[in-house]
C-alpha cells in the first residue's frame, strides 16, 4: 500500500504502559482508547499500539477498540509486530521491528492492501526495509532519547538528511528526542513527518 498521507506525517506511538494482567476493563486499557480518541480529534494520521506485554487475546481486543474510534476518519490504526493480530483486527497494518519478519515476507502472506512500517536506526537498515518492500520506515534515534540509549548514539540531523536524500521518495518518519522545536528541524532535513510517544502526550492533544 502506498503512504499517501499529507505531509508532515504525525505519528503517535502508543507508551506501553499495559502488563500481561490488563483486562479490557483495566484503566490502562482505557486511557489508549481514550487517546486514541484524542489523536482523531487532533487529525493525528498514524496511531501505533505498541503495547508489547499484553496478551494476544487483550491485544486484539484493544486493536479493535482503535479501529472502531478511527473508523471514518483520516486516522489510521497501526500494531506493533504482530501482523496477525493488526489483520484479523481490521488495521491498517503493522510496524515491524528489526527483529520481526521482514516487509516482503509479511507482504505476501498479508496482500498488498496491508500498510507496512519499519523501524530502523541506521541508513542500512532503512534502505533494506525499502528494498524490502515496506511502505516507509521510522528513522531514529535523532536526538538523545533515554528510551532509546540502546540504539546507539543519536543519529542527527545530518544522518537523517542523508538517509532522506538517499531513498527519496521513500517516505522517512523521524523519531527519538524529538522535543516540538526540533520537529521543523527534522521535517527541513526530509524526513516525510515526525513520530514520537512524549511528543503527542494525550495532554497535548
Known amino acids: ?19 500481561e494482567t490488563t483486562t479490557p476493563d483495566s484503566e490502562e486499557f482505557q486511557n489508549i482508547l481514550q487517546q486514541v480518541s484524542a489523536a482523531v480529534a487532533a487529525g493525528i494520521q498514524l496511531v501505533q499500539i505498541r ?9 486484539f481486543e484493544l486493536t479493535v477498540g482503535a479501529v472502531a474510534i478511527a473508523r471514518d476518519s ?14 484479523g483486527a481490521g488495521a491498517a497494518g503493522v510496524q515491524l521491528t528489526t527483529s520481526s519478519l521482514t516487509p516482503d515476507v509479511v507482504r505476501k502472506a498479508f496482500g498488498a492492501d496491508s500498510l507496512i512500517g519499519a523501524s530502523t536506526h541506521s541508513l542500512a537498515e532503512a534502505r533494506r526495509a525499502w528494498r524490502a518492500g515496506a511502505d516507509f520506515a521510522v528513522l531514529g534515534p535523532i536526538f ?6 540502546k540504539y ?19 517516505p522517512l518518519i523521524a523519531l527519538g528526542g524529538i522535543a516540538p522545536d ?5 521535517l527541513s532535513a526530509g524526513a516525510s513527518g515526525i513520530a ?6 494525550t495532554e497535548t492533544l
Request: proline share 9%.
Open 1 to 19: 500500500m502506498t503512504l499517501n498521507l499529507p505531509k508532515p506525517i504525525l505519528y503517535l506511538i502508543t507508551r506501553g504502559a499495559t502488563a
Open 51 to 59: 503495547e508489547k506485554q499484553l496478551t494476544a487475546r487483550v491485544l
Open 74 to 87: 483520516t486516522t489510521r490504526i497501526m500494531v506493533n509486530d504482530r501482523a496477525d493480530i493488526a489483520a
Open 144 to 149: 538523545p532519547s533515554p528510551a532509546k540509549e
Open 152 to 170: 546507539g548514539p543519536p543519529l542527527g540531523l545530518g544522518q537523517l538528511s542523508e538517509a532522506a536524500r538517499e531513498l527519496v521518495p521513500f
Open 182 to 186: 526540533k520537529a521543523n528541524e527534522c
Open 196 to 201: 514520537g510517544i512524549r511528543l503527542f502526550a
